[in-house]
């Protein structure tokens, strides 16, 4: 049974940096794609950044590109999202989300598995 558990969010200043964590179980973790999704009050939920099972390959949403970085540690079963610059707008609930296969992409469809989430708020 696969679990993805995330942690590191909390309340932190415009401007300021969070990493968040992901720990996955149930299935061989470099098998598959990664990815971070985030969903404000009132809105949708949307892509934030995947990388691929070897960790060779990411992509970003073009809102955070140079913002957020997205990797992973495949011996520790964890993938990790830095987050720097924090704006009020990047408030929301992060989940991460394990692919169906190696590489992920922007899609949430492509995704089968969820974490809870982890709240994000950045104070202006």
């Known amino acids: 049974q696969v679990q993805l558990v995330e942690s590191g969010g909390g309340l932190v200043q415009a401007g300021g940096s969070l990493r968040l964590s992901c720990v996955a179980s149930g299935r061989t973790f470099s098998s598959f794609a990664m990815g971070w999704f985030r969903q404000a009050p009132g809105q949708d939920r949307e892509f934030v950044a995947a990388?691929?099972?070897?960790?060779?390959?990411?992509v970003y949403r073009d809102s955070v590109k140079g913002q957020f970085t997205i990797s992973r540690d495949n011996a520790r079963n964890t993938v990790y999202l830095q987050m720097s610059s924090l704006k009020p707008d990047d408030t929301a609930v992060y989940y991460c989300?394990?692919?169906?296969?190696?590489?992920?992409?922007?899609?949430?469809?492509?995704?089968?598995?969820w974490g809870q989430g982890t709240q994000v708020t950045v104070s202006s």
């Open positions: 989300a394990q692919g169906r296969l190696r590489y992920g992409g922007s899609s949430p469809q492509n995704y089968n598995y």
């Open positions: 990388i691929s099972g070897s960790g060779g390959s990411t």
